[in-house]
């Protein structure tokens, strides 16, 4: 079982940043596949970023070069640094975990991006 516990949501004005994090149990983080996928009312949950254990990431196109997923690994914890927020960004944002094939989702924080 892993838990996952995000923090770092909050209201920013357009333009503005925030950093997202999101701690993991476990003794083998370094293997987890991490992602952040966020959920707006009435749309489907999406994925923002991801980071694989290998070290790749990849991005949504609407956050590509605005948005850049990190980790420690020796901290057990994903970070999510989100620049140049827009209203479009608003949404619930949850951590996600894929561990030898199993996922696992975080409770979730909320963005809003509001003038």
């Known amino acids: 079982q892993v838990q996952l516990v995000e923090s770092g949501g909050g209201l920013v004005q357009p333009g503005g940043s925030l950093r997202l994090s999101c701690a993991a149990s476990?003794?083998?983080?370094?293997?987890?596949?991490m992602g952040w996928y966020r959920q707006a009312p009435g749309k489907p949950r999406e994925l923002v970023a991801a980071?694989?254990?290998?070290?790749?990431?990849n991005y949504a196109d609407s956050v590509k070069g605005r948005f850049t997923i990190s980790r420690d690994n020796a901290k057990n914890t994903v970070y999510l640094q989100m620049n140049s927020l827009k209203p479009e960004d608003t949404a619930v944002y949850y951590c996600?975990?894929?561990?030898?094939?199993?996922?696992?989702w975080g409770q979730g924080t909320q963005v809003t991006v509001s003038s």
């Open positions: 476990g003794s083998i983080f370094s293997m987890y596949n």
């Open positions: 980071s694989i254990s290998g070290g790749s990431t």
């Open positions: 996600n975990a894929l561990v030898t094939g199993r996922v696992y």
